[in-house]
């Protein structure tokens, strides 16, 4: 139906940046609203960002804003998450996360599609 696949995570240093990638496959991302989590060892999945279907509308978690940018290009049927000024809490495992019709996407129990995964290291 909806696949998500992540890219782009790796090993940076504290403040650095990294973007992740999210390809969707089986259907555009016109109708989908995507939101990004992440999730570190012995840790709840949390939100970090989301965006409406148009890419519009936009939020963040607390601990994102002003670091991080969510967006879209819908006819390459990808969103991204640019990641500035990263910090070493920021390292987890990173999620695209989507459900479709869904105006904003802001708790992982509204999500029906999820990536795999893609990991972000932050070292000191």
């Known amino acids: 139906q909806v696949q998500l696949v992540e890219s782009g995570g790796g090993l940076v240093q504290a403040g650095g940046s990294l973007r992740l990638s999210c390809e969707a496959s089986g259907r555009t991302l016109s109708n989908l609203a995507m939101g990004w989590f992440r999730q570190a060892p012995g840790k709840e999945r949390e939100f970090v960002a989301s965006?409406?279907?148009?890419?519009?509308?936009?939020y963040y978690a607390d601990s994102a804003k002003g670091r991080f940018t969510i967006s879209r290009d819908n006819a390459k049927n990808t969103g991204y998450l640019q990641m500035n000024s990263l910090k070493p809490e920021d390292t987890a495992i990173y999620y695209c996360?989507?459900?479709?019709?869904?105006?904003?996407?802001?708790?992982?129990?509204?999500?029906?599609?999820w990536g795999q995964g893609t990991q972000v290291t932050v070292s000191p």
């Open positions: 996360a989507g459900r479709m019709y869904e105006t904003y996407l802001t708790r992982a129990s509204r999500v029906n599609y």
């Open positions: 965006s409406s279907p148009s890419g519009v509308n936009t």
